[in-house]
């Protein structure tokens, strides 16, 4: 199983990422699919998860009506866009598989996970 993530980068205050994940190896609508991200010094946070069909989100307090997670099936890719960013949305930003599809946000419950990819925000 491999899950690529990408699309960080650098902006200003009120910009905007699109995060994607790229999934191989599974079934992936077999999945629910998570967003975490870790800032320095910090543990590892949820921030988003979406069911296997898509239909039901989740997502952590501090992004809600922020950011949306959306995935494609068909081609095996969960997104994260994010507009409005905060500084304080800086972190590096990982997607997560979950077959079980429980507790889906508590980070030891997701069975693969991508390698990150940096997300800062200038003030």
């Known amino acids: 199983v491999q899950l690529q993530a990408s699309g960080g980068g650098l902006v200003q205050a009120g910009g905007s990422l699109r995060l994607s994940c790229a999934a191989s190896?599974?079934?992936?609508?077999?999945?629910?699919m998570g967003w975490f991200r870790q800032a320095p010094g910090k543990e590892r946070e949820f921030v988003a998860a979406?069911?296997?069909?898509?239909?039901?989100?989740f997502y952590t307090d501090s992004v809600k009506g922020r950011f949306t997670i959306s995935r494609d099936n068909a081609k095996n890719a969960v997104d994260l866009q994010m507009p409005s960013l905060k500084p304080e949305d800086t972190a590096v930003y990982y997607c997560?598989?979950?077959?079980?599809?429980?507790?889906?946000?508590?980070?030891?419950?997701?069975?693969?996970w991508g390698q990150g990819t940096q997300v800062t925000v200038s003030s």
């Open positions: 190896g599974l079934t992936f609508s077999n999945y629910y």
């Open positions: 997560a598989a979950n077959v079980r599809g429980r507790a889906i946000t508590t980070m030891t419950r997701y069975d693969y």
């Open positions: 979406i069911s296997g069909s898509g239909v039901s989100t």
